[in-house]
């Protein structure tokens, strides 16, 4: 059964148009939620990490939020630099392990 | 501060043949994880150190990995032998305070 559960698989902007992944997970427990930036041929890049409901952070065009059950990524006003896989993943409270998602593709478009 | 260090990044070996991947975290993190990515899906764990001492091995294939973490800084994680199904990137990773995790570049394999 999958913990993590990213969607959609890829999404298309065009630069300013503004949208939201999203992040659905099962866990007994949660210890944190954590969201990484993955560009191609590099290893995933630290955004944040969510610890409990109603928690919200943001960095520049990038907020991300949590419920009890999912996480949002909101993207706004998107620029082509912004173009990147990102990751979801959750840490179990007995553990200190990061189960990820698949991922969500974005490509935004000048 | 320097980030997590892997080498070598590519890797292209015949099956059957042994391969060995290095990391050294970012100093003073005393948590290790060696996750592996296949393609279009997330990193999953293969094993986690805190220390020398591996506390998490319950998803390394211990039939051909291996992985040791002497004085408990760098990490050598070695496939013995290769098997087509293991082209993939493996990533390390070190947890620093509060608990952040922070990820090397990869090495990516590729088992012909």
């Known amino acids: 059964e999958d913990q993590v559960t990213q969607s959609p698989e890829a999404l298309r902007l065009q630069e300013g148009e503004s949208s939201s992944l999203n992040c659905s997970y099962t866990?007994?427990?949660?210890?944190?939620l954590f969201w990484y930036r993955q560009d191609p041929g590099k290893g995933p890049e630290f955004l944040f990490t969510?610890?409990?409901a109603g928690e919200e952070k943001e960095k520049e065009r990038l907020k991300a939020t949590l419920t009890k059950k999912e996480s949002f990524l909101h993207i706004t006003a998107p620029k082509p630099e912004d173009s990147a896989t990102y990751l979801c993943a959750v840490q179990e409270l007995n553990d200190y392990k990061l189960s990820f998602g698949a991922g969500t593709t974005v490509t935004v478009r000048a | 501060e320097a980030g997590v260090v892997q080498s070598p990044r590519y890797k292209i070996i015949e099956k059957k043949q042994p391969v060995a991947f290095w990391c050294n975290p970012i100093?003073?993190?005393?948590?290790l994880y060696w996750y592996r990515q296949n393609l279009g899906q997330g990193p999953e764990l293969l094993i986690r150190?805190?220390?020398?001492?591996?506390?998490?091995d319950s998803q390394l294939p211990k039939d051909r990995f291996s992985a040791e973490r002497l004085k408990g800084v760098d990490s050598t994680l070695k496939i013995q032998p290769a098997e087509l199904g293991d082209s993939a990137v493996y990533l390390c990773a070190s947890r620093g305070q509060p608990n952040e995790q922070f990820f090397g570049p990869g090495t990516r394999l590729t088992v012909l």
């Open positions: 866990v007994s427990g949660l210890r944190g």
């Open positions: 969510l610890y409990s």
């Open positions: 100093s003073g993190h005393n948590t």
């Open positions: 150190y805190e220390n020398e001492e591996a506390v998490d």
